[in-house]
Each structure stands twice: as C-alpha cells, then as structure tokens.
C-alpha cells in the first residue's frame, strides 16, 4: 500500500502481513513518514487474521497482543474491506479453526496418497518396503519339549507351535521365505527341507505383524474363500482394507490356557468412491485328538446400503 492510499485508512483497520510470524488485524493511527525513507505505520493489535505457521512447531509466543502499539514498514500493510467485529481471542480462534481445516484437508490428500501406495504394493506382495527396519531376528531356542523364537532386544519369547508367521532363514547365505514344520525344520517355498539348531537366526518381515495381515493367515481356507466371496460381490478387494481390529488375535495372545474363544472382529475398507465395514463374528474351540471347531460369519455393509453375509462352518460346529 502507498502512503496516499494509507490515508484513507487512518482510523480504520488494516491488516500487517508479518511472514511466517502471521497477519494481524490492527487499526491504522498514524502515517509516519520521514524525509527520503519508507513510510511506516503506526498501528494498535485488534486481533489475528492467520495463525503463524511457525508456531506450529514450536514453543514461540505470538508476535503481537492485543492492544500492542506497533510501526510497520508500508510494504507490510494492506487495507481490510469489511472490518473484523470480533475481539482478539474470538479472532485468534478463527484463525486456529481455519488453520485447522487446512492442514485437517492436506492431512486428507495424504492419508488418501498414503492408502493408495499401500494398496498398490498389497497387489504386488511388496507392502514390506514401507517399513523401516523391515526385519526382526530372532534365535531359536530349545525349552523343555517346545521350540520357541528368542528377542534379544525385547528379551521376549514366542512359542514355535501354531506360529502363523512365514519365516525367513538363511539357506547358503542368503535368506528364503520358509514355513515352520516341527522340531527345528523349515520348509522353503522351493518345498526345501531346511533342519536348523538351537541358536539358530531366524527373521520375520514386520508386515506380518499388520492385524489384518495376522487375522488372514489365521482364517481357514474355505474361511477365507467365504471372506472373498463377500468382498468380490462388493467390488473390492484385500488390497482396500484400511483398518483391522483383530480381537481373535488378542484373545489367542492373553488366554493361553483357554480352548475357547469367541467374538467379532471389525475390518473396514475403502476405495475411490465408497467406504465399507465387515463384521467379523467368529468361534473357535481347540482340541487335542481332533480338528477343531471353528465358525465363521462375515457381514458385510457399504455405506450405500449394500449388504451381504457368508458364513463358513466346521462340519463339528453347532452353527
């Protein structure tokens, strides 16, 4: 703003654009104009136009307070239309509330972003490479008649038996996908026997510690069919699951002494258009000599009303 258009401004509220520091409100109370320099004004804080991105981060107080007598250079001021009615911590509100919007609207885009490039490297098998330190080693060791997988670090211990991670081990140097079998043999992906020792390394890629990821590799097959059937009538695959609350997995991990488990597990998807949530009821009962009982009812809704159920049943379940 020049200083002839400043004049008209005298008395009335401007607003001073500090930068990273913010925009404030103010009211133009004097023109300063010293021989062959820049024209100042002299100004008194009313109230906040936007928040100070440098303060997000940081524990910096603002630039300026209400009521604050301030000179700022002409090239920082610019005139206000319609003048701001609101007092000072109503204004520093609204400036929160809309910065708030924004960065809730660029955190949307992203998470968007982010949901995309995860689904595309589900299709591919490779979700593994999102994560940092991707691997976690373990040894095993010999307890007793069990087998279990040792973490130095964590100093924790998980029994071998029933494991449903897919393992890596190292196979002349260099390290192969392999299922657990028993005793201390692995089987590689090339159906490769590979017998290990106590103390041996062992690794899992930490994807598999995504609920989602644990709760398929639990399911039964024909389970997992009844889940697919259902995601295949609704256009979407597991390559759109965005949230997975595996509560079998819960139960499995803090009840070792139960045989019987029962609950609903809740799983959402997405995908360009529409949302969808999958209710997941589910019983098991583990036995000695015999296959166990499991039951399986997968109830699906989107959120344009479409709904669909399948079920999956042992021959021994009451369901």
Request: net charge negative; with cysteine; hydrophobic share 35%.
């Amino acid at each position: 703003m020049n200083r002839n258009e400043a004049k008209k401004y005298i008395g009335r509220q401007v607003i001073i654009d500090k930068s990273d520091h913010g925009k404030f409100t103010g009211v133009l109370e004097q023109i300063i104009a010293d021989p062959n320099s820049p024209w100042k004004g002299k100004i008194r804080i009313k109230g906040i136009y936007s928040y100070p991105p440098n303060l997000l981060d940081s524990n910096q107080s603002l630039l300026y307070n209400d009521n604050d007598i301030i000179e700022v250079p002409g090239k920082q001021i610019s005139g206000l239309t319609e003048p701001i009615k609101q007092t000072f911590n109503e204004s520093l509100a609204s400036a929160l509330k809309s910065k708030w919007d924004e960065i809730r609207a660029i955190s949307d885009e992203f998470d968007k972003s982010l949901s995309f490039i995860q689904q595309e490297l589900r299709k591919l098998d490779c979700e593994h490479v999102i994560f940092e330190d991707a691997f976690v080693y373990y040894q095993l060791v010999k307890k007793g008649r069990g087998l279990f997988i040792y973490d130095e670090i964590k100093r924790e211990s998980l029994s071998l038996e029933g494991c449903p991670f897919e393992f890596e081990i190292k196979v002349n140097g260099e390290w192969k996908p392999s299922l657990y079998i028993k005793g201390f043999t692995f089987e590689t992906n090339e159906n490769e026997r590979i017998e290990l020792k106590h103390g041996s390394t062992v690794r899992l890629n930490k994807s598999q510690f995504d609920p989602y990821r644990i709760l398929m590799n639990e399911l039964e097959e024909p389970s997992l069919h009844a889940l697919d059937r259902g995601l295949q009538k609704l256009g979407i695959g597991h390559e759109h699951s965005v949230y997975c609350h595996n509560s079998l997995l819960i139960q499995l991990l803090s009840s070792f002494n139960h045989q019987s488990f029962s609950g609903v597990n809740f799983i959402s998807y997405a995908n360009g258009t529409n949302q969808f949530v999958v209710q997941h009821h589910y019983e098991r009962t583990i036995l000695e000599d015999e296959p166990d009982i499991t039951f399986d009812r997968f109830e699906f809704t989107s959120d344009q009303g479409e709904r669909v159920l399948t079920t999956y049943a042992t021959q021994f379940s009451k369901d």
